[in-house]
Structures are given as C-alpha cells and as structure tokens.
C-alpha cells in the first residue's frame, strides 16, 4: 500500500468534497436570488454538472500527457478561480456570471473525480476496493466543514454575502494543489502505455462486465445527483425550512454518501461486488420511496441518508468492478469512457432537477429513478457469476 499517495489523496478528496457541498448548497439558494425565472434556478449547478461530464475524457487525456498530479494541479487552481468569479457575481447580482463560475468549477470536478483511480493505481489489484474506499472517506471532513463554511462564512462580508465563504474555499483549493504536486510515484506508470496501445474502446466496452459496471456507477451518481440537488430547493425554497436545516440535511446526507467507506472496500473483499452493489440498488429505492411518505425534516433525512448510503456501495462497487475490465495501457481510455457515462447522466439529472421540482414536485421527482434501479438489480443478477469468475483470476495473477 502506497500509503504517501493515499494519505495525500485522502486530504484532497476533503477539500474537494468541501467545495462540492459548498456549490450544491448555495447554487440554487443564491441562483433563485439572482433571477426572476425560477425554474432555471439550478442552471449553475447543472452546469457545472455539463462541463463536468465534457471535461471527463479531456482530463483524462490531459492527464495522460502530463502526469496525474500536474494535470490536477492545475485543475484546482481552476477551481480557485472560479469559486472567486462566483464572489464576484454575487458582487455584481449577475445570474450570468453565477453560471459562469460554476461551469469553470466543473473543470476542477472531472479531475477530483478521478483521485479514485490515482488511489487504485497507488497499490495491488487484490486492496483496489479498500484504495478507492479510503480516499473517499476524506470527504467526511468536507461533509463537516461544507456546511460550517456555508453557514460560517455568509456574513463575513456584509456587502457580499457568502462571499466568505467562497475566498476561504479558493484557499483551500490553492493548498490543495500544492498537496497534488507532492505525490509519489505510481504502480502504473506512463511506461505500461508505451508497450501497447492495448484494445479499441469498442472492444473493451462490448465486456459485460464493463457495461455493468459502467451502468451502475452511472445510475449511482445520476440518482444521487437528481435527488440531491433537488433538496435545498424543496426544502428551503418551497417548504420553507431555514438554511441551517437544509444545509443540516446535506451535511447527513454526505457523512451518508462517504461513512460507509470504512467498511465498503473491505465488504468487498469479503463478499463480492455484486452483493455490495445489490445493497446499494436497496438503498437508493429505499430513498425513493421514504421520499415519497413525506415532506418533513425527519423524512428529508431519512430519505438523503438513504440515498447516500446506496450511492456508496453501488459507486465504489461500480468503479472497483470497472478495473477489471481493463489493462493497464488502456486505462485512461476506459476511465475517460466511463467518466463521461456517470457526469453525463449526473448532468441530465441535474438539469432537471429544478424544472420538474417547479412543475411537478418533490414527489414525482423520487420515482424517477426507480426503474433505472430495478434495471441494475437485474444485471447485477445476470453477471453474478462472471464478475466472481474474473475477480478470481485477475487477483490470481
């Protein structure tokens, strides 16, 4: 175990999950103040959630010229950037602007995202799951300081609010890209990609295996997404429940999403991808259909706790299975592929988000996931045997 690499990967997943929780708190809440349309009062976020699905495979081919850790690198200093564009639309009561900003911090997104893969690369196919596992546990501490920057730094400024909030955060993106550039050296270097170019991307996403896993992490990231950021309007624009309350929710429903990585990876060793990945599809239609049984602040919880326990276990169960569909010099086309895939449809979710919350309400809204769920259950049924077949013998080697 790396555990330089894992240590270092683990702080910047910390402050990347501090600066998400951050933008999917107040994209919407500061979005409805900016603009008269109220149905497009989530457009900044879901912008960010488009650029960060574009970004995907670009950042992975960036990373792939220059090296993970300088590719990320400059990706936070993106982030820093925009979270100060952000300060200064708020500044200007530009809704424009606004948008702008959270589009350019989807940039820094699609590169976070793949700390899981700098953490799978860092160690031994057999502990990959407990890799990937551990780093997200980092965002624990940004499921704590999220919400206290959010809630800490709104008066900060009385001109500007939660302009405190947002140059805080641009601080810690600076030290995090400083944190990046410390990174050691890699089980897999950029060496394995010069002795072959390995399969086209067709053949390796024509596996199974490679679309289930795909699929899963997809609908994973999709429903959460959609449910997500969906809440903070519902609970605190139409509900009316204070910033605290919500911001409150988000926190728990966080400490959901990255909590069960303590045991996750390690639950995967022990009994498999697919059973982990079949709580996870358990856990997301439990969301749904406690979301469903009300609106108060009880329910809200349950419902977002739900939700991110089952985006946990099928989302680290779908990134672990995804590493053994590929070798090591086809990696960045396959992570690229899937990485797209998972933003893409986050991208779709949260677009709507806000539209179908406006015209037909919170409890429309938590059905629509549940038949891509049973969907995955399905697979997940189907490819039992073949998923336990490969683990087996990739681990053998």
Not at 35 to 55: E, K
Not at 302 to 329: C, D, H, K, Q, R
Not at 359 to 380: D, N
Request: glycine share 10%; net charge positive.
């Amino acid at each position: 175990m790396h555990y330089r690499n894992l240590t270092i990967l683990f702080f910047c997943q910390l402050i990347s999950s501090t600066g998400q929780i951050v933008v999917v708190t107040l994209g919407g809440i500061i979005g409805s103040s900016l603009t008269d349309n109220q149905s497009i009062a989530t457009l900044p976020v879901s912008l960010m959630v488009v650029v960060t699905a574009l970004s995907a495979i670009p950042a992975t081919m960036i990373m792939k010229k220059i090296g993970r850790k300088y590719g990320s690198a400059l990706a936070s200093i993106s982030a820093a950037m925009a979270v100060l564009l952000a300060a200064f639309a708020i500044k200007n009561q530009s809704f424009l602007l606004f948008a702008l900003s959270f589009a350019l911090f989807g940039i820094n997104a699609a590169f976070s995202q793949q700390y899981r893969y700098a953490a799978a690369e860092s160690v031994d196919q057999k502990y990959v799951g407990r890799s990937i596992s551990m780093i997200l546990l980092g965002a624990i501490g940004g499921a704590m300081l999220g919400p206290e920057l959010v809630t800490g730094g709104q008066f900060w400024f009385d001109e500007i609010l939660y302009a405190g909030t947002l140059i805080a955060l641009a601080f810690l993106f600076c030290i995090q890209s400083l944190l990046l550039l410390s990174l050691g050296s890699f089980k897999i270097s950029s060496d394995n990609d010069q002795k072959s170019p390995g399969r086209k991307l067709n053949i390796i996403f024509k596996q199974r295996i490679f679309i289930m896993a795909m699929l899963g992490a997809t609908v994973a990231y999709g429903s959460m997404t959609f449910i997500m950021t969906a809440t903070p309007l519902s609970m605190h624009v139409i509900d009316g429940y204070s910033i605290e309350a919500t911001a409150s929710i988000i926190r728990s429903h966080v400490l959901a999403m990255y909590i069960p990585s303590m045991i996750s990876g390690f639950l995967i060793e022990r009994y498999g991808l697919n059973k982990i990945m079949a709580i996870g599809v358990i856990g997301l239609l439990g969301s749904s259909l406690v979301g469903l049984s009300g609106n108060t602040i009880f329910m809200y919880w349950l419902a977002l706790v739900l939700l991110g326990i089952g985006w946990n276990f099928l989302y680290v169960g779908g990134t672990t299975m995804l590493t053994y569909t590929y070798e090591p010099s086809e990696r960045f086309k396959a992570q690229g592929l899937n990485e797209f895939c998972v933003f893409g449809m986050s991208a779709i979710g949260s677009l709507l988000a806000g539209t179908i919350m406006y015209l037909y309400g919170w409890y429309t809204l938590v059905i629509i996931p549940i038949p891509f769920l049973i969907m995955i259950g399905a697979g997940l049924a189907v490819t039992h045997k073949e998923v336990e077949n490969i683990v087996v013998n990739r681990n053998a080697k």
